[in-house]
């Protein structure tokens, strides 16, 4: 069974400050890792994705984020906050020996940048 | 290249009505999903299709919903009896061969 647990219903930034958004997974299989961004009454929109390789991954808007097998995380972060990343933040994990499997999504973290 | 589109986006019933939502996949993309997001959650996976196979429908309430994929292109999924517990987001999602899912706007429904 798969599962992600996402570490902070909420976080709070200021413009320009650090982002560090946390996210720890459970597989009893290879995974693929997958951070998306939600905003308001849109749908999900994928930030990046870790399949195989290398484990600093880079997506788009300036995010990134590192698959950590020993700490079975992968975090996502980004240097310099802006009052557009305001949104709503998933953590998805999938079986990464079968292609098209379902997603498995952590609860979300809501971040808020304030200027 | 034109995005999952899912229509309504909104919709409104009493208790015990029927409801039907529809989803266009990305052309091309044989694998499609629903999901439900309930308020403050993630989405959770209803039902997959593979082609118009459905090949994952082990969390989809099958006493009152029901899911369809003919032509294996568009999919419709329906509530018949709705419940107050339905009110939430419905997500459409579809993918190629690789693990890469796109998501549709959804579909808010709330039901009085």
């Known amino acids: 069974a798969q599962s992600v647990t996402q570490l902070g219903s909420h976080v709070s930034v200021s413009e320009g400050a650090l982002v560090l958004l946390r996210c720890n997974y459970s597989?009893?299989?290879?995974?693929?890792l997958f951070w998306y961004v939600q905003y308001p009454n849109q749908g999900l929109q994928l930030l990046l994705k870790?399949?195989?390789?290398?484990?600093l991954v880079k997506g788009i808007n300036g995010f990134e984020a590192e698959f950590k097998k020993s700490e079975t995380s992968f975090h996502l972060t980004k240097p310099s906050a802006h009052m557009s990343d305001a949104a709503e933040y998933f953590c998805?994990?999938?079986?990464?020996?079968?292609?098209?499997?379902?997603?498995?999504f952590g609860k979300g973290t809501t971040l808020s940048v304030s200027s | 290249e034109a995005g999952v589109v899912q229509s309504p986006r909104y919709k409104i019933i009493e208790k015990k009505q029927p409801v039907a939502f529809w989803c266009n996949p990305i052309?091309?993309?044989?694998?499609l999903y629903w999901y439900l997001q309930n308020l403050g959650q993630g989405p959770e996976l209803l039902i997959r299709?593979?082609?118009?196979?459905?090949?994952?429908d082990s969390q989809l309430p099958k006493d009152r919903f029901s899911a369809e994929r003919l032509k294996g292109v568009d999919s419709t999924l329906k509530i018949q009896p709705a419940e107050l517990g339905d009110s939430a987001v419905y997500l459409c999602?579809?993918?190629?061969?690789?693990?890469?899912?796109?998501f549709g706007p959804g579909t808010r429904l709330t039901v009085l």
């Open positions: 999602a579809s993918s190629r061969t690789d693990n890469e899912q796109f």
């Open positions: 597989s009893s299989v290879p995974p693929y």
């Open positions: 870790y399949t195989t390789g290398a484990t």
């Open positions: 998805a994990v999938s079986d990464g020996t079968q292609a098209g499997t379902a997603l498995i």
């Open positions: 052309s091309g993309h044989n694998t």
């Open positions: 299709y593979e082609n118009e196979e459905a090949v994952d």
